[in-house]
């Protein structure tokens, strides 16, 4: 975000709690519980702006959150313009089915990198069913270190290419809040050239998908088993989340080589206080494996690059790759008011790829950061996440919409 948009913040910061004493329709005393409040109520009440009245049978569809900015690129340490907009939605009965959400991020950088990205999570009615989806198409110059964890920061090579993702799961419920189901995974990285005379083969050592004369194109088959007790994605309260994921690309369906990876992803949400403002422990790990070889050097597990691209807060993106990865982090979230509008976080985390001779866990990363919550609507409990992250040799701060895990 640069120190410009932190200037930008922290001179609002008055102004935004100087807003939260502006008088309410109701006067709601201390030992009530306190009204929730956004950035829609602080601006209706700046701009004198009346909601529209709804019935009492008649409730709101789509939740709309936007954030159009320019700001430090955290993945790649430039500057970057790019507007998140996440819409949430409840397909069934609000009691019984979860918040259905579909986040579409394009943005641009001055570095030449650009992408269009779409997510989207379905819950349908009760949650008989979830659908997810991930499509991408980006022009992603990007440095990477090879394989392994032990390069240091000089020793980058800079690689571009052109990259199509196209994924899709479709999962079944088993019982409450297990379900188990099927997906396709398409990555096609195209034009993959390098800067300096030295291929990205001669490089990294490595031999599948690093030739510049050949696209990677992976086409594979999902088995997917999902464990999923959270209400909101967006903004997880106390639960649990499991995800595995076996991936197996065939030569038959279209793939270049044939190679299986396996992907394991465990959170766990923990509230320290039985009512209040937000006061919650959270948990998050993977492990990210390459289980046969084949495997496309873009395709192998690295740092930033996990299905949410949320990971490693306080390093660049890509840093580090390998054959396996292994990550873990713990997240404090507080609210600062009690109304939920202003809130923050301290994190941590540590990570490790295997080497590419022994295939052990060599060196850990740790990073460690801390973070602004403001709360952007209400409804779909959706935050904008300002959050500074350092590790050795490097820092960055990331804007989303939504909390990183």
């Not at 709690?17 to 006067?27: F, I, M």
């Not at 499509?135 to 240091?152: C, H, I, N, S």
């Not at 038959?252 to 937000?278: C, E, F, M």
């Not at 990073?367 to 919550?373: C, E, F, S, V």
């Amino acid at each position: 975000m640069g120190k410009r948009g932190f200037v930008l913040f922290f001179c609002l910061f008055p102004v935004i709690v100087k807003a939260q004493n502006l008088p309410d329709s109701v006067k709601i005393s201390e030992d009530t519980v306190i009204a929730q409040r956004d950035l829609i109520d602080i601006a209706r009440s700046l701009f004198k702006i009346k909601p529209r009245k709804i019935s009492s049978n008649e409730r709101k569809k789509v939740y709309f959150s936007i954030l159009p900015i320019s700001s430090s690129d955290g993945r790649s340490g430039g500057r970057a313009l790019f507007t998140s907009t996440t819409a949430a939605f409840y397909l069934g009965n609000q009691e019984t089915t979860n918040l259905s959400s579909l986040t579409f991020t394009p943005y641009f950088n001055f570095k030449g990198r650009y992408g269009l990205p779409i997510r989207s999570n379905i819950w349908l009615n009760d949650n008989q069913w979830n659908i997810t989806g991930d499509t991408r198409v980006l022009v992603y110059p990007q440095y990477t270190w090879g394989l392994g964890g032990g390069q240091l920061e000089s020793d980058k090579f800079l690689v571009n290419y052109n990259y199509v993702r196209f994924y899709q799961t479709v999962l079944k419920k088993i019982k409450p809040y297990f379900y188990a189901g099927l997906g396709y995974n398409l990555d096609y990285y195209m034009d993959i050239e390098s800067n300096g005379g030295v291929s990205l083969r001669d490089f990294t050592g490595y031999k599948y998908g690093t030739s510049g004369d050949q696209d990677a194109f992976s086409s594979g088959v999902t088995l997917n088993l999902l464990y999923d007790s959270r209400k909101n994605s967006i903004n997880p309260l106390p639960g649990a989340y499991a995800n595995v994921v076996y991936r197996v690309n065939s030569k038959a369906i279209g793939s270049h080589t044939n190679w299986q990876s396996l992907y394991i992803d465990l959170r766990k949400y923990v509230s320290l206080t039985h009512s209040g403002p937000k006061n919650v422990l959270a948990f998050w790990s993977f492990f990210w494996t390459s289980i046969t070889p084949g495997t496309p050097y873009l395709n192998l597990p690295s740092l930033g690059w996990e299905p949410y691209q949320r990971s490693g807060r306080g390093f660049v993106q890509n840093r580090y790759r390998g054959e396996r990865l292994a990550y873990f982090e713990t997240e404090y979230r507080r609210d600062i008011t009690r109304n939920g509008l202003l809130g923050f976080v301290l994190f941590a985390n540590v990570n490790s790829v295997t080497e590419p001779n022994s295939h052990n866990f060599v060196y850990w990363r740790p990073a460690g950061g801390t973070g602004l919550r403001l709360k952007f609507n209400k409804k779909s409990g959706t935050n904008i996440s300002l959050d500074y992250g350092v590790s050795k040799n490097f820092s960055s701060i990331n804007l989303n919409l939504g909390e990183t895990f």
